[in-house]
């Protein structure tokens, strides 16, 4: 599914060239799930974005479904990223106007999907999170599981092949928290490939794989089960 | 994305910020409705000085003794020019049917007095056709009698103004005999009110019968001669005409020179139109301004919007789908601007024309249409750089953003 070979990612911050990818090789089959730890500012998000078509990499390759993606134009990542990729964000990203069902349409809008086919997937889609009844809720009508819950349901509504989740249970509570890796759990399980950035260790178990990111460097790759805590994956 | 749903996504996030969009508005409510006011109100002036001069009679040729242009050699062969007289102006009423009045006219100023009360006047000579040529009406009495055109009698009617200074308090004047120059008239009527009209204040003058002002003033020539045509006559051949009659009774010299009211009125139409135009320019300006004001916002929409922008890009929007996005924004903003900016010049026109019935105040189609496509024009100019900016935003940047 995902290739990667000698990427790397700098970019400026205050004047200063910040290395958020150094050299970065993996290799991750479909239906894989892989969680990505590290410190802050290790890279970890660069990564996901630039797995995400969102960033570019200054060099190196990326191969995602057969097909050298880092060179594309913009508009050719675009279209990548509508129809292959689903995101997933801590913080939701749910347009504040607009309500559930809307939200969840964005995607299928800018695809230029007829209407018809839109309402349905929808429906389909919230229903796939146990949300049928909140169609008409705008965010601040939800909870912020019910919210993380219409985001997901936006990210697969598409069908991606990549779903991509940023700290997904970062500002959600225990319970709801579990919801939504279950529903991951279940996603992935049906056969999508999974990436999730994670600082907390009960999520970075369920993966099936872990990588360990120090200062854009791959340190350790190790099976989910296997992860502890987080102070002694970090260290060198 | 289809237009639909672009419009309903635009129209969303412009009903998000309600009183935002409603300033933004009302800048180019108001750009557009000045300049449809202020084009209404200058093709109002247009048209009310037309309709000043149609008042006046527009099928009027106005007959001038003298040729204003220069022709051929100066005096050597034909000596002084012939004059306008009484008999040429009766030859014009009888030979030329097209004709249907013709008011031969002798002007000069004399002294006219009641009792003790004395004013100089203006003198006019005339005949009874003068009062429809020049659409007057008499308020008392009546005007010159239709008698034979060389009869001098002594009866003059006067001016509003003047009767009012020669008879303070309300006195009766018709009837009474007042004295103009050294010659005793009686008086038979008094003129309603007029004013100025081609530079004359028939307000301020005495009207007599023209053979009598001709023995007043010792004159044997007129002064000019106002001929009014039919209708349904042709005002250049009639014209025509009348230059080849009075040349036939003049030796064959062309020694007059007959104006129409048309060359008058279309100068005075274009002045005004040029006004109007340059005024329209000046509101239009405004518009310029309200181009700026949403500019303004969009940016602010955009800076607001910024993590929305990138969570679009994150789902599947192009570069291009964004800059639509913003670009349908602005110039639905423009075009709602611009159609509400219509409604309320069109409102203020017609209290306008509540309060000053006689001015004929209605915008310009081409004012309308300028007015609505500069407002969608500019909304779309000062929109570009704000959804340009948009489209450019880097996604990731966008998405971390706070």
């Given at each position: 599914m995902i290739r990667l070979e000698k990427i790397c990612r700098t970019y400026q911050l205050g004047g200063q060239p910040v290395h958020a990818l150094v050299d970065v090789d993996e290799h991750v089959p479909a239906g894989e799930h892989v969680a990505i730890m590290g410190p802050s500012g290790s890279g970890k998000s660069t990564l996901l974005y630039t797995l995400g078509c969102l960033d570019r990499p200054d060099s190196g390759s990326y191969w995602l479904a057969g097909r050298e993606v880092a060179r594309l134009s913009d508009e050719e990542l675009t279209d990548v990223r509508r129809h292959h990729i689903g995101f997933v964000f801590q913080s939701f990203h749910l347009v504040p106007r607009l309500t559930a069902a809307e939200n969840v349409e964005l995607p299928m809008v800018f695809a230029g999907l007829p209407r018809a086919e839109r309402r349905e997937r929808v429906e389909a889609a919230l229903a796939s999170v146990d949300l049928s009844d909140r169609l008409d809720h705008r965010p601040d009508q939800l909870s912020g599981g019910e919210r993380q819950r219409v985001a997901l349901a936006r990210a697969t509504v598409m069908q991606p092949r990549l779903l991509l989740a940023d700290e997904p249970t970062g500002n959600l509570d225990t319970s709801s928290g579990r919801q939504i890796l279950d529903l991951l759990d279940h996603l992935n399980d049906a056969g999508t490939t999974l990436v999730v950035v994670t600082h907390d260790p009960s999520v970075a178990r369920r993966a099936g794989r872990v990588i360990v990111l120090v200062d854009g460097h791959v340190v350790r790759r190790l099976p989910g089960g296997e992860v502890m805590g987080a102070a002694d994956l970090f260290a060198p | 994305m289809t237009f639909n749903d672009l419009f309903r996504f635009a129209l969303g996030s412009l009903g998000?910020?309600?009183?935002?969009?409603?300033?933004?508005?009302?800048?180019?409510?108001?750009?557009?409705?000045?300049?449809?006011?202020?084009?209404?109100?200058?093709?109002?002036?247009?048209?009310?000085?037309?309709?000043?001069?149609?008042?006046?009679?527009?099928?009027?040729?106005?007959?001038?003794?003298?040729?204003?242009?220069?022709?051929?050699?100066?005096?050597?062969?034909?000596?002084?020019?012939?004059?306008?007289?009484?008999?040429?102006?009766?030859?014009?009423?009888?030979?030329?049917?097209?004709?249907?009045?013709?008011?031969?006219?002798?002007?000069?100023?004399?002294?006219?007095?009641?009792?003790?009360?004395?004013?100089?006047?203006?003198?006019?000579?005339?005949?009874?056709?003068?009062?429809?040529?020049?659409?007057?009406?008499?308020?008392?009495?009546?005007?010159?009698?239709?008698?034979?055109?060389?009869?001098?009698?002594?009866?003059?009617?006067?001016?509003?103004?003047?009767?009012?200074?020669?008879?303070?308090?309300?006195?009766?004047?018709?009837?009474?005999?007042?004295?103009?120059?050294?010659?005793?008239?009686?008086?038979?009527?008094?003129?309603?009110?007029?004013?100025?009209?081609?530079?004359?204040?028939?307000?301020?003058?005495?009207?007599?019968?023209?053979?009598?002002?001709?023995?007043?003033?010792?004159?044997?020539?007129?002064?000019?001669?106002?001929?009014?045509?039919?209708?349904?006559?042709?005002?250049?051949?009639?014209?025509?005409?009348?230059?080849?009659?009075?040349?036939?009774?003049?030796?064959?010299?062309?020694?007059?020179?007959?104006?129409?009211?048309?060359?008058?009125?279309?100068?005075?139409?274009?002045?005004?139109?040029?006004?109007?135009?340059?005024?329209?320019?000046?509101?239009?300006?405004?518009?310029?301004?309200?181009?700026?004001?949403?500019?303004?916002?969009?940016?602010?929409?955009?800076?607001?919007?910024?993590?929305?922008?990138?969570?679009?890009?994150?789902?599947?929007?192009?570069?291009?789908?964004?800059?639509?996005?913003?670009?349908?924004?602005?110039?639905?903003?423009?075009?709602?601007?611009?159609?509400?900016?219509?409604?309320?010049?069109?409102?203020?026109?017609?209290?306008?024309?509540?309060?000053?019935?006689?001015?004929?105040?209605?915008?310009?189609?081409?004012?309308?249409?300028?007015?609505?496509?500069?407002?969608?024009?500019?909304?779309?100019?000062?929109?570009?750089?704000?959804?340009r900016r948009a489209a450019r935003l880097d996604p990731v940047l966008a998405l971390v953003s706070r």
């Open positions: - | 998000g910020h309600r009183l935002r969009t409603a300033l933004s508005l009302l800048g180019m409510v108001i750009g557009v409705a000045a300049v449809v006011a202020l084009t209404a109100l200058g093709e109002g002036a247009r048209r009310y000085v037309i309709e000043q001069f149609a008042s006046i009679g527009t099928n009027l040729l106005i007959v001038v003794p003298g040729k204003t242009e220069t022709t051929g050699l100066p005096g050597m062969v034909g000596g002084m020019p012939n004059e306008l007289t009484l008999l040429d102006a009766r030859a014009l009423d009888r030979q030329i049917p097209e004709i249907d009045k013709v008011a031969p006219l002798v002007v000069g100023t004399d002294d006219a007095s009641f009792g003790a009360r004395r004013r100089q006047v203006a003198v006019v000579g005339s005949t009874w056709e003068f009062e429809e040529v020049r659409k007057l009406s008499v308020a008392r009495g009546e005007f010159l009698p239709k008698a034979d055109l060389q009869r001098g009698r002594p009866v003059v009617v006067l001016g509003l103004k003047v009767a009012q200074e020669l008879f303070p308090g309300g006195e009766e004047p018709v009837g009474r005999i007042v004295r103009i120059g050294g010659w005793r008239m009686r008086v038979i009527g008094v003129l309603a009110p007029r004013g100025v009209q081609l530079g004359m204040n028939l307000d301020d003058v005495v009207i007599v019968p023209v053979v009598t002002a001709m023995k007043m003033f010792d004159r044997r020539s007129l002064f000019r001669i106002f001929v009014q045509v039919h209708g349904s006559a042709g005002l250049e051949a009639t014209k025509q005409k009348v230059l080849r009659l009075l040349a036939e009774r003049h030796d064959g010299t062309e020694d007059v020179t007959v104006l129409t009211q048309d060359a008058l009125v279309a100068t005075f139409s274009q002045i005004l139109a040029a006004l109007t135009l340059a005024v329209g320019a000046i509101a239009a300006i405004s518009l310029s301004v309200a181009g700026i004001g949403i500019m303004n916002v969009m940016l602010v929409a955009v800076a607001e919007r910024t993590r929305e922008i990138g969570l679009l890009r994150a789902v599947g929007a192009g570069r291009r789908q964004v800059l639509v996005v913003f670009l349908t924004e602005a110039a639905l903003l423009s075009a709602a601007g611009g159609l509400l900016g219509l409604a309320v010049g069109w409102l203020s026109i017609e209290i306008l024309v509540q309060v000053f019935p006689a001015l004929p105040a209605s915008p310009p189609v081409w004012a309308v249409g300028a007015a609505l496509a500069l407002s969608f024009g500019v909304g779309l100019l000062f929109g570009w750089l704000p959804a």
